[in-house]
């Protein structure tokens, strides 16, 4: 994936400062101590994502979390850690528990150069949304292992980033009736290093270019098909970026973006790359965010290589009264499988709103939608629509 990473400015409504209603958090020494916990209950129309045979049902969502921040003039190191403790009415089978904890800090070198990185560690559950979701008796658990450095320069014009970033991910089996379902062959190691170097023109603008390299590497010799999935690929891109004093900023880039197999069973996945990201921000009270990315993404789908994602979001933000936030975006995509002719097209749309009670409370009210639409769907219950309606109430110091 190529990302936007140089572009400063803010979404001013969700950035602005709010005495009267942000959280003050517990000094602690050189650090600052900021927990929170959010209380959910959602309604689901669709639990388990399915075509044929749809099940409702009621939820209760509980997130403790904490983060220690650094207040330092220079430098900054941040420690966090959290859980998602997920209780249904009727699918028990669908509980979960989710929990995280990671670190991450900068190192100013000087006023022109920092170094920067973290490290993070993550236990959780496949949504049932996801396309190589095993759809086990209960939702499959997985361990995440992420770490990424990056080393950030600017000389007048010219600016140099230099960065990479490893990902471990580890699946647990998934329990069917009189068995289970292997999922060693989808644990892996992702590596993907690269730059970006930018010249600034007329304060404003910023033409650069990008390359990065990756490799993603299996533990099993061969899945369970008997193909084996180690992969090596780049991306590279040529851009531009804008930035007027914050109000509205973004970048557009174009490029080429390849992954070659080890397996000669599996097809190459080659073609051009495009993304963007923009932030117009109208007014104080109104931000609009918007993007769109290309990712060649893994799966182990009978026949298929992996997918080319293409994605596109938008988000509007409002500030109706200086304690009601109003929140509406959508996103599409088209995950386009190599080796097997199969596309799949991927909506999502959300709407809430966030009503600030004091500093330390708020409530919380969201509806999201959900589709796939596949044109493999024949016998595999692929197709799926979901409505997911939730309240919540969010405590915070």
């Known amino acids: 994936m190529v990302h936007a990473q140089e572009v400063s400015g803010d979404d001013f409504v969700l950035t602005r400062e709010r005495p009267e ?3 003050l958090g517990i000094r602690a020494g050189a650090f600052i101590f900021r927990p929170k916990l959010a209380n959910k209950v959602r309604y689901n129309d669709n639990v388990l994502a399915r075509e044929d045979d749809e099940e409702d049902d009621v939820s209760f969502l509980v997130s403790p979390q904490a983060r220690l921040e650094s207040d330092w003039n220079n430098h900054a190191l941040n420690l966090e850690a959290g859980a998602d403790i997920a209780r249904f009415v009727d699918r028990s089978d669908e509980d979960h528990v989710d929990y995280y904890g ?5 190192l100013d070198i000087n006023r022109d150069t920092s170094l920067s990185g973290g490290v993070n ?3 959780l559950n496949e949504p049932r949304r996801n396309p190589d979701e095993a759809d086990g008796q209960e939702r499959t658990e997985f361990d995440l ?8 320069r600017a000389l007048n014009r010219f600016s140099l980033r230099v960065d990479g970033a490893a990902t471990r991910f580890d699946f647990d089996d998934a329990d069917i009736a009189g068995g289970s379902i292997n999922n060693d062959d989808r644990d892996r190691t992702e590596v993907r290093a690269g730059a970006r170097g930018g010249y600034r023109i007329q304060g404003a603008y910023e033409l650069f270019v990008q390359g990065y390299g990756n490799q993603r590497i ?3 010799a061969r899945d369970d098909n008997g193909l084996d999935r180690d992969s090596r690929g780049f991306e590279v891109a040529v851009g531009a970026a804008a930035d007027f004093s914050g109000v509205t900023f973004g970048e557009v880039f174009f490029g080429w973006l390849s992954q070659d197999f080890d ?8 073609g051009p790359l495009v993304g963007a990201s923009v932030t117009w921000n109208p007014s104080g009270l109104t931000a609009v965010v918007g993007s769109v990315e290309c990712t060649v993404e893994e799966t182990t789908f009978t026949g298929a290589s992996g997918y080319v994602s293409t994605a596109v979001d938008l988000t509007v933000t409002h500030e109706l009264l200086r304690n009601v936030i109003l929140e509406a975006g959508g996103s599409f995509a088209r995950n386009d499988y190599e080796g097997i002719g199969r596309d799949d097209d991927v909506y999502e ?9 004091n500093r330390n409370a708020y ?3 969201t509806y999201n939608f959900f589709k796939r639409d596949s044109d493999q769907d024949v016998g595999q219950n692929l197709d799926y629509d979901q409505n997911v309606f939730a309240i919540g109430l969010e405590l915070q110091l």
């Open 363 to 365: 409530l919380t009210a």
């Open 349 to 357: 749309a959300e709407v809430g709103a966030r009503y600030l009670l």
């Open 102 to 106: 990671g670190l991450d800090g900068r």
């Open 263 to 270: 397996d000669g069973g599996l097809d190459s996945i080659d």
């Open 145 to 152: 292992i992420q770490g990424d450095l990056a080393f950030i």
């Open 121 to 123: 560690y993550s236990r």
């Open 218 to 220: 299996y533990d099993a």
């Open 21 to 23: 209603y942000d959280p």
